[in-house]
């Protein structure tokens, strides 16, 4: 049996961070009501004329300047024909020759060193609606809000041999494209999605297999597990004597496994033309040069500078790859000077809460102002270590300042001495069998002890002035 090789071509659908759709002025608002954000151009009405956002045009462009693409002072819109439900106007508007941007390029860590993985095209479409199947009444329901919503798809060269690449590829591009305020990149709302093509080849052959292709993939795990999942699929196949068809597929998250949706279509297939409706789009040189001007620090520029602010590297990973998480750790750092601390706390607290409410941190309503004040007040030692974390829940959902909350819970450290002399005569009084192995020189009793002081004092005490405590009253008792 020849040994094969997979190789793998993404398409990225990114939706861009603008207020109104790609060709009319209706609001993009998701989860709002259904078919509350349409009108008579997105709902496809016959004599409705589209009209360009320039705001998108920018966006697509800006994200062509930052990936090394050229830059098409002029582009053009076509109609892709097909029919769906939630495709009012039975075509998509889409780019096919030429886009807006070709070429372009973006490294990843490969297995033997730095990987280039090049791009084919950036170009500009609208989205689709939404279809909501009602299984209980046996119906499908059409939502237009989504329909009309600009996106830049993204196609990459098949350069790609392993989900491993595919999934650093996707991860690195989400970040820049974020990081750049192209999308939102919100995966969970379908703002950063992609179709993956796979097929298998001879190694060492530079001719491709058959290829499937898996539509809609939302999550880098499950780009991951459908990879995965096709290339052993294929590879029964061929071990089997069986020849894999040219397919599109969908993956079953439940089960693991890819199905079949339909048979692959070509270029050919969906009857491009020219979008009569729509004029030639221009992108002007000079638009080019602001936007090349205007471009922020790559990731790899980042990753550089937190690891001179001693941060380690899997935390700057971290802080650069979630979205609006190193804007926030620099508004942070500007109250607070003390980079290794700052990050850590938001690895620790900050970063799983936005995770967990599916928000940046930069939404918080926790400002980095107050976070950096929260970290300043557990530095100082007005705020134990406990009790901040004890404290951070409510101080994330309701963006009270740190110290007043701390205050009004009663938990700013005690490190006044006479009130640490007074929980430690109460701990050893409640504790007497430990206070006497302590005096019989079993010194790791004292730690026990500092935790019941702690615990008594909800964390509010100072742990070393509390150690203190307990050994002056232990040995003036001896």
């Given amino acids: 049996m020849v040994e094969m090789e997979p190789v793998i071509g993404l398409e990225i659908h990114a939706q861009l961070k603008t207020k109104t759709k790609l060709f009319c002025s209706c609001l993009v608002d998701f989860g709002a009501q259904p078919n509350t954000h349409i009108c008579e151009i997105c709902s496809g009405q016959p004599g409705a004329l589209p009209r360009m956002n320039a705001k998108a045009l920018e966006l697509a462009a800006k994200a062509g300047v930052a990936l090394g693409c050229k830059v098409n002072n002029r582009s053009v819109f076509s109609r892709k024909n097909y029919f769906y439900p939630d495709l009012p106007n039975g075509f998509q508007t889409s780019q096919l020759d030429p886009p807006i941007c070709q070429g372009g390029e973006l490294s990843i860590a490969g297995p033997d060193g730095p990987k280039t993985i090049h791009l084919n095209r950036i170009h500009l479409e609208d989205d689709a609606g939404k279809c909501i199947h009602d299984e209980k009444r046996g119906r499908t329901l059409i939502d237009l809000n989504r329909a009309g919503v600009p996106l830049i798809e993204i196609v990459t060269e098949p350069e790609l041999n392993s989900s491993t690449e595919a999934v650093e590829f996707l991860k690195k591009l989400h970040g820049l494209l974020v990081r750049l305020e192209v999308t939102m990149g919100r995966m969970e709302e379908g703002e950063f999605r992609c179709d993956v093509n796979i097929s298998l080849k001879p190694k060492g052959s530079d001719k491709l297999g058959v290829r499937s292709e898996i539509k809609n993939l939302n999550s880098f795990r499950y780009v991951g597990q459908a990879i995965d999942f096709e290339i052993k699929r294929q590879t029964a196949l061929y071990e089997s004597g069986q020849g894999v068809l040219q397919q599109t597929l969908h993956f079953d998250t439940a089960r693991g496994e890819t199905k079949t949706l339909r048979s692959k279509e070509e270029a050919h297939d969906y009857r491009y033309f020219p979008q009569p409706d729509l004029p030639v789009v221009t992108v002007d040189e000079q638009l080019i040069r602001e936007l090349q001007a205007g471009l922020p620090e790559t990731p790899e520029q980042s990753l550089e500078?937190?690891?001179?602010?001693?941060?380690?590297?899997?935390?700057?990973?971290?802080?650069?790859?979630?979205?609006?998480?190193?804007?926030?750790?620099?508004?942070?750092?500007?109250?607070?000077?003390?980079?290794?601390?700052?990050?850590?706390?938001?690895?620790?607290?900050?970063?799983?809460?936005?995770?967990?409410?599916?928000?940046?941190?930069?939404?918080?309503?926790?400002?980095?102002?107050?976070?950096?004040?929260?970290?300043?007040?557990?530095?100082?030692?007005?705020?134990?270590?406990?009790?901040?974390?004890?404290?951070?829940?409510?101080?994330?959902?309701?963006?009270?300042?740190?110290?007043?909350?701390?205050?009004?819970?009663g938990v700013l450290q005690i490190s006044d001495s006479s009130a640490l002399e007074a929980l430690a005569a109460q701990i050893i009084a409640q504790h007497p069998k430990e206070a006497d192995k302590y005096r019989q020189g079993q010194d790791k009793i004292l730690g026990f002890l500092v935790g019941q002081l702690m615990r008594s004092s909800r964390g509010a005490a100072d742990p070393k002035r509390a150690g203190e405590a307990l050994e002056a009253a232990l040995k003036a008792q001896s």
Avoid: H, W
């Avoid at 900050?350 to 928000?359: E, R, T, V, Y």
């Fill in 305 to 409: 500078k937190l690891a001179a602010l001693g941060i380690r590297d899997e935390v700057a990973k971290l802080l650069i790859d979630r979205r609006g998480a190193l804007e926030y750790f620099e508004q942070a750092l500007l109250n607070f000077n003390e980079p290794k601390r700052l990050s850590t706390l938001m690895t620790e607290l900050l970063l799983p809460a936005c995770q967990k409410d599916a928000i940046a941190p930069t939404e918080s309503l926790l400002t980095p102002k107050l976070f950096a004040q929260l970290a300043k007040l557990i530095e100082e030692g007005t705020l134990g270590r406990r009790a901040a974390y004890e404290l951070f829940p409510e101080l994330f959902q309701s963006g009270l300042d740190p110290k007043e909350l701390a205050q009004k819970k």
